[in-house]
């Protein structure tokens, strides 16, 4: 009977269990909102978590930002004559855009500005002024492009009788004016243009020598130093006469120091023509050389003067 009454004592009644189970219930839900709310502070600012390393996570997040700028396209200049497929895709060209330069190429054509490029490859505006700020054209090209009113394209050849020319530029007398050659001028007869003084006139003799001789009045352009307005006026009075003969030297069995020899050649550009041409066996078109790392392929019509196939 004991038993009995003990038993009846820890009995509750229907109501009682509700109050209970109410609030128990209301327990588990203020567990559940620490919980949650809790963990979300945290994810908002992760510094505050108790045992977050401050340096590690400054180093996650250096990672993080060399991951993003690694991912970003860095357009270095370059020559829109020698996009290959990879390139043109990655600045932004269609399939159709690229095939028109190419088949354009194809004819030993070239294009020397924006606007030409935008005539044969049909890109949209937008994509031209996006891309062509970093168009880099042989300086050569570009001769008469700031100003063609009264002045010359000294990249052509000389006139048919090869030493004289009518001068017509704004400020300078007319009537025949006499050329001499470019490949016998002396320092003191560079030094009577405006603008070449003691050290640029040496400079191009020097560089003369190393070439053994100018074959075009184009790579007057390539004197360091020497401004393309110099050049017009040196051209002016000086071109290439008699060029110097050449005996070519071929891509295909020449060694990386017989291809170092070429003033437009590094040794270092030479021996990846060696190792390029090993890999493909035979390099069958100038334009292949374009696709070698750090050529000058905006030089490539120079050295094609010295290099066969």
Same mark, same amino acid.
């Not at 040196?234 to 008699?242: A, Q």
């Given at each position: 009977?004991? *038993?009995k ?12 269990r ?14 559940? /909102? ?11 600012? +992760? ?8 340096d590690?996570?400054a ?32 600045? =932004? ?6 095939d028109?330069?190419?088949?354009? *190429? ?12 935008? *005539? ?23 001769? =008469?492009? @700031?100003?063609?009113? /009264? ?9 048919? &009788?090869?030493?004289?020319? &009518? ?7 007319? =009537? ?6 470019? &490949? ?10 405006? /603008? ?6 040496? @400079?191009?003799?020097k560089? *003369?020598?190393?070439? /053994? ?25 000086? @071109? ?6 050449? &005996? ?15 003033v ?11 190792d ?19 050529? +000058? ?8 003067l010295?290099?066969?196939?």
């Amino acid at each position: 009977m004991g *038993r009995k009454d003990k038993k009846s004592q820890i009995r509750f009644s229907r109501q009682e269990r509700s109050g209970i189970f109410f609030l128990l219930s209301i327990i588990v839900l203020l567990q559940i /909102g620490y919980f949650v709310f809790g963990k979300v502070g945290l994810a908002d600012d +992760p510094t505050d978590a108790p045992g977050v390393d401050l340096d590690l996570q400054a180093k996650i997040d250096s990672l993080k930002n060399g991951a993003i700028q690694k991912d970003s396209i860095k357009i270095y200049p370059f020559n829109p004559n020698f996009i290959t497929d990879y390139k043109g895709y990655a600045l =932004g060209m269609s399939v159709q855009e690229i095939d028109r330069l190419f088949a354009f *190429r194809k004819h030993n054509k070239f294009v020397n500005s924006p606007e030409e490029f935008q *005539r044969v490859t049909e890109v949209s505006d937008s994509l031209l002024d996006a891309i062509s700020p970093y168009f880099k054209f042989p300086e050569w090209t570009q001769v =008469g492009k @700031r100003s063609t009113v /009264g002045r010359k394209q000294y990249a052509t050849p000389p006139n048919s &009788n090869g030493n004289t020319y &009518n001068s017509s530029s704004p400020g300078r007398l007319g =009537g025949d004016i006499t050329i001499k050659d470019l &490949n016998t001028a002396t320092v003191e007869e560079l030094k009577s243009i405006s /603008g070449i003084g003691d050290k640029l006139s040496a @400079r191009i003799v020097k560089f *003369r020598d190393l070439l /053994g001789g100018f074959v075009v009045d184009a790579q007057l352009f390539d004197v360091y130093g020497l401004s393309p307005e110099v050049v017009e006026r040196t051209l002016e009075r000086y @071109r290439v006469l008699t060029p110097p003969k050449i &005996n070519k030297t071929n891509m295909n069995t020449a060694s990386a120091s017989e291809l170092a020899k070429l003033v437009y050649i590094s040794y270092k550009v030479g021996q990846r023509i060696v190792d390029y041409r090993t890999k493909v066996g035979t390099i069958k078109s100038y334009s292949e050389l374009t696709q070698i790392e750090d050529f +000058p392929s905006d030089k490539i019509d120079r050295i094609k003067l010295y290099l066969a196939l």
